[in-house]
């Protein structure tokens, strides 16, 4: 049972990314889904989360109206589509996956991760 990250690399500030997080002995639907990321001397913080129950949808400030949650059930796959990237937003992202019904920012709810994977925002 594993969440694989994947998706990440170097673009140039203004640019796009889709990060995706696949399922490996795991129905994703069967969980909420959240990325958090990590940036350089920061504490990992969650930036956004889609719901089990009713696919509802949470972004953090710092990335609401820029990044897109979302997910494909038949690729078992949840996805993050980031636009107008900032160098701010450099940091190693990780997909979770929790039992919980709604979005939760408390790590200790997300029983599944990712690996990470890096996006650096960058001229």
């Known amino acids: 049972v594993q969440l694989q990250a994947s998706g990440g690399g170097l673009v140039q500030p203004g640019g796009s990314l889709r990060l995706s997080c696949a399922g490996s002995g795991l129905t994703l639907p069967s969980y909420t889904i959240a990325w958090f990321r990590q940036a350089p001397g920061k504490e990992r913080e969650v930036i956004s989360c889609?719901?089990?129950?009713?696919?509802?949808?949470d972004y953090a400030d710092s990335v609401k109206a820029r990044f897109t949650i979302s997910r494909d059930r038949a690729k078992n796959t949840a996805y993050l589509q980031m636009n107008s990237l900032k160098p701010e937003d450099t940091a190693i992202y990780y997909c979770a996956a929790a039992a919980r019904g709604v979005c939760t920012r408390d790590e200790v709810n997300y029983r599944y991760w990712g690996q990470g994977t890096l996006v650096t925002v960058s001229s």
């Open positions: 889609i719901t089990r129950i009713g696919g509802y949808t």
